[in-house]
């Protein structure tokens, strides 16, 4: 069968969407890393789908239908462990994140429907990326799928991100897709009018450019990752892995519940089974410390009494532990926007929180969840009442947050550790993690309750994303889990450690205190940027072609019909 006959029968649009999506799961963390180069040819079958349908004249509604197809169906293959939490759930975020992805295709079918196949083709790849880079700010963001994600499970391939950052991966698999698509296609070669292509070959230089821009970077990586040492002076870490079953025995008022009471308990324990005369740094999970804590009165907590005299059996070792904290405002005035009112409180906010004990006697300090999880920890305004009854796993509400990155200080005895506090979903964010470094930060500690998604992808994404981050900035990462996977990534992105997910342990390694700063920690999203600039030039530029094609056609309609003599 030759090239052009590819996607031409009755379900060809359908199996190329299929096909679309199947290679973008299949080469998705968590299959094996080789896998991981399917994303440079996944578009192509899409971008076919897209081109059998304009040869066809199909209306821009039949294109967005199979759009969506393609979207829905990755999503769904992905992200499915959602539903793990709630059924209702998984399917609102498959079908609400596939129904916004569709927007930077259809802006791409639309220029290259108005100004043609040369400028359609190169604002597609800018569409996509602008959108990813909106999905990392907005209130509904949702990057789990930025297509840069994808090589999380293949480090050794991306180990360039410490100059472009994840959205870097993004381009990369655009280029090398276009590229094939073109060559093997021959969109641009338009034949003179009544006549056919020559011939169905594939244009060899576009293979060969195709073939160079997989090559070149996969060198680069290798270069790159090859001259890679771990820097800084070495510190011992131990994280704790309570497991302690979200769904059962967490919080009160399940049917196995943990009295709070064992679970610091527990927690010490495996603390204490790890620790030696060089430890400087235990992590626990988030949430570790559940009960409501208000931080105006916390040190009257006896929760927080007894942490203090463990430490100060332990002279020289901080302690990093989630916290769900409360912070009270005297009125309506000083409260922020999250704030919620009860009559026998006041105003105040509820935060998914980092609490850090620099030793036994400092002042605890705070940090407070910035990066939200949509419909669990953070609603948006214009979707209260829409999905106040979703459950995704958790809370169901708006959290209060913080604007600024917290870098907490160094304890007495190790000069070098000024640790960054990420939450769970906060390690999905490239720029977001790359603002702590700029802020001093030596190591990356990580807290997180992987549970919420079972034995599922879910949490063993998270873990891989994890590893870019460390890429991006070239900083260690101590990683404790409720339960899931708790253990150490290098500066390369490799896990050198981890422990057995579900049961209760703890993990003790040493990590290095890096202090220099890579090219994205230095110069940010770049990438980002400039395509939602470029992204907002073609929408004008489209508004406009649109506005004077209609403008146009009402003209020719107005002009009155001669009549003959």
Request: aromatic share 12%; proline share 6%.
């Amino acid at each position: 069968m030759s090239f052009k006959e590819i996607g031409n029968s009755t379900w060809g649009p359908a199996g190329l969407a299929l096909l679309t999506a199947a290679l973008l799961w299949i080469g998705w963390p968590v299959h094996p890393a080789p896998l991981a180069l399917l994303l440079l040819v996944a578009w192509v079958p899409y971008l076919r789908l897209e081109q059998v349908l304009v040869q066809r004249g199909s209306s821009g509604w039949k294109v967005f239908r199979y759009s969506y197809l393609t979207l829905v169906l990755w999503n769904a293959f992905v992200t499915w462990w959602v539903s793990h939490a709630t059924l209702g759930g998984g399917i609102t975020a498959v079908i609400c994140n596939a129904l916004m992805m569709s927007a930077p295709l259809m802006a791409f079918y639309h220029t290259k429907r108005l100004f043609g196949p040369k400028l359609g083709y190169l604002s597609l790849p800018i569409f996509w990326i602008a959108f990813e880079q909106l999905h990392l700010t907005w209130d509904l963001t949702w990057p789990w799928l930025t297509l840069g994600n994808g090589f999380a499970e293949a480090t050794a391939f991306v180990q360039w991100y410490e100059y472009t950052g994840f959205l870097g991966g993004s381009v990369w698999v655009w280029v090398v897709n276009l590229l094939l698509f073109l060559a093997l296609f021959r969109p641009l070669q338009q034949p003179a009018s009544g006549a056919q292509l020559a011939d169905d070959k594939p244009d060899k230089k576009l293979l060969a450019g195709a073939a160079l821009a997989v090559i070149l970077p996969l060198l680069l990586s290798w270069f790159i990752g090859s001259r890679v040492q771990e820097q800084g002076p070495a510190l011992e870490v131990v994280v704790v892995q309570p497991n302690v079953d979200p769904y059962t025995e967490k919080f009160q008022g399940k049917a196995n519940f943990v009295p709070y009471d064992e679970q610091l308990t527990r927690l010490l324990k495996l603390s204490e089974q790890k620790l030696t005369p060089k430890t400087k740094l235990v992590i626990w999970p988030e949430t570790a410390l559940e009960e409501y804590y208000f931080e105006q009165q916390i040190e009257a907590n006896p929760k927080i009494n007894r942490i203090r005299q463990w430490l100060a059996q332990h002279p020289g070792v901080a302690l990093l532990t989630g916290i769900t904290s409360v912070v009270m405002y005297p009125n309506q005035e000083a409260a922020s926007v999250t704030a919620r009112h009860r009559d026998d409180m006041g105003y105040y906010d509820v935060f998914n929180s980092g609490a850090y004990f620099r030793d036994a006697v400092a002042p605890i300090q705070f940090y407070h969840k910035s990066r939200l999880v949509p419909g669990v920890e953070k609603i948006p305004p214009l979707l209260t009442s829409i999905i106040a009854h979703i459950d995704l796993g958790g809370t169901v509400g708006s959290y209060g947050s913080q604007d600024e990155r917290t870098v907490f200080t160094a304890p007495a005895g190790a000069p070098g550790l000024r640790v960054a506090p990420l939450i769970c979903y906060e390690s999905i964010y490239g720029d977001f993690t790359a603002e702590y470094v700029k802020g001093g930060a030596t190591l990356l500690g990580l807290f997180t309750n992987d549970a919420w998604w079972h034995d599922s992808p879910g949490y063993r994404q998270l873990l891989r994303y994890g590893a870019l981050r460390s890429i991006e900035t070239r900083r260690d990462l101590a990683r404790s889990a409720n339960t899931g996977f708790t253990g150490f990534i290098n500066q390369k992105g490799e896990m050198f450690q981890r422990e057995t997910a579900w049961i209760p342990t703890a993990s003790r390694a040493t990590v290095h205190l890096n202090t220099e700063l890579t090219f994205y920690v230095r110069y940010g999203e770049l990438i980002g940027a400039a395509t939602q600039v470029l992204a907002v030039v073609l929408l004008l530029a489209l508004l406009v072609k649109a506005l004077n094609r209609r403008l146009g056609a009402k003209l020719v309609a107005a002009e009155p019909v001669a009549r003959p003599a």
